[in-house]
């Protein structure tokens, strides 16, 4: 494990592991009704493996955006990572449809999430121009 697998501890700027990642995989099990990990990735083009548990089916569209597989089968994820390795045409033709996909999938345009999110970057912009600098995404 340890010559493949880096544990990073928190990072606070994840965009540089999304754009450096071949794949994504999140194998919840359980309590994780929104993995904000799954539409961060799909944003940057990653497709993304992980189980039908809570909305992980609203982000992640097997075998369109990625692949979903049980929960708890080690046998199935395992066979998903292999075919992704396996297939680069596949992983990227998935990460593509990813892309900013997974958001609107998610939060539609004119839903209260989507406004929300509009409001805050209007409301940041408008800081951004009184003070000089940006405040902190909410």
């Not at 990990?37 to 990653?46: F, H, P, T, W």
């Not at 900013?100 to 989507?114: A, D, E, H, K």
């Amino acid at each position: 494990v340890d010559r493949r697998i880096r544990f990073l501890g928190a990072i606070a700027d994840v965009l540089p592991l999304y754009h450096a990642a071949d794949v994504v995989v999140f194998p919840s099990v359980g309590g994780d009704s929104m993995p904000a990990a799954l539409i961060e990735s799909g944003m940057c083009g990653v497709p993304a493996i992980c189980t039908p548990i809570g909305a992980t089916t609203d982000v992640v569209l097997d075998a369109k955006t990625g692949t979903s597989v049980p929960a708890g089968d080690v046998d199935a994820l395992a066979a998903a990572l292999g075919e992704m390795r396996d297939d680069p045409a596949e992983r990227q033709r998935r990460g593509s449809a990813a892309g900013l996909g997974s958001w609107r999938r998610v939060f539609p345009p004119g839903s209260s999430r989507q406004s929300l999110a509009s409001g805050n970057s209007k409301k940041r912009r408008n800081e951004a121009s009184r003070t000089g600098s940006m405040p902190p995404a909410m």
